[in-house]
T-cell receptor, first 112, second 108 residues
Framework: SAVISQKPSRDICQRGTSLTIQCQVDSQVTMMFWYRQQPGQSLTLIATANQGSEATYESGFVIDKFPISRPNLTFSTLTVSNMSPEDSSIYLC?????????FGQGTRLTVV | KQEVTQIPAALSVPEGENLVLNCSFTDSAIYNLQWFRQDPGKGLTSLLLIQSSQREQTSGRLNASLDKSSGRSTLYIAASQPGDSATYLCALNTPLVFGKGTRLSVIA
């Protein structure tokens, strides 16, 4: 299994600002995944982050809006840039260990 | 493109009842199927993982089955308890494609 610590757990931000979410895993993993869960909706994959290379973004998500860092095999950050109220969501990081997916507790973001 | 559907969207049952949650998918060429639980405003807790070569997995009061030929999975919860109240999500990987979930309420 894997234990994932995600910070902050929640935040309220002004529109036009940026927020960086941190994700720390208790073991080394090749890939880390970032998801968004909009209110009342299910999870949508934003991007896959590999250590030492650019993140791979899903359709509808771009690096300028959601820059990702992956400096080592246990840590990643997701930045939500130039926020608008439409960015209000829960953001979750995830890893896979022996094909089983594990998630952090999420970051609940409210943009006002 | 894989699509995952969960029925019903919401379910309310009295405590002690056995229940079944359904998950269907459009592409049978799956790798794994995983069931999660999500409490309000929280992250996801993995409940059961079924490899594509398996037909079912059990953990305590939970049993999940997989029928790739029909594109279906079920999550069976025995003797439901109020603490089981949560949203249950199924997802197929990799990468994970989620259904919209079933919101379960178990009434004491």
């Amino acid at each position: 299994s894997a234990v994932i610590s995600q910070k902050p757990s929640r935040d309220i931000c002004q529109r036009g600002t940026s927020l960086t979410i941190q994700c720390q895993v208790d073991s080394q993993v090749t890939m880390m995944f970032w998801y968004r869960q909009q209110p009342g909706q299910s999870l949508t994959l934003i991007a896959t982050a590999n250590q030492g290379s650019e993140a791979t973004y899903e359709s509808g998500f771009v690096i300028d809006k959601f820059p990702i860092s992956r400096p080592n095999l246990t840590f990643s950050t997701l930045t939500v840039s130039n926020m608008s109220p439409e960015d209000s969501s829960i953001y979750l990081c995830s890893v896979e260990v022996w094909t089983e997916a594990f998630f952090g507790q999420g970051t609940r973001l409210t943009v006002v | 493109k894989q699509e995952v559907t969960q029925i019903p969207a919401a379910l309310s049952v009295p405590e002690g009842e056995n229940l079944v949650l359904n998950c269907s998918f459009t592409d049978s060429a799956i790798y794994n199927l995983q069931w999660f639980r999500q409490d309000p405003g929280k992250g996801l807790t993995s409940l059961l993982l079924i490899q594509s070569s398996q037909r079912e997995q059990t953990s305590g009061r939970l049993n999940a089955s997989l029928d790739k030929s029909s594109g279906r999975s079920t999550l069976y919860i025995a003797a439901s308890q109020p603490g089981d109240s949560a949203t249950y999500l199924c997802a197929l990987n990799t990468p994970l494609v989620f259904g919209k979930g079933t919101r379960l309420s178990v009434i004491a």
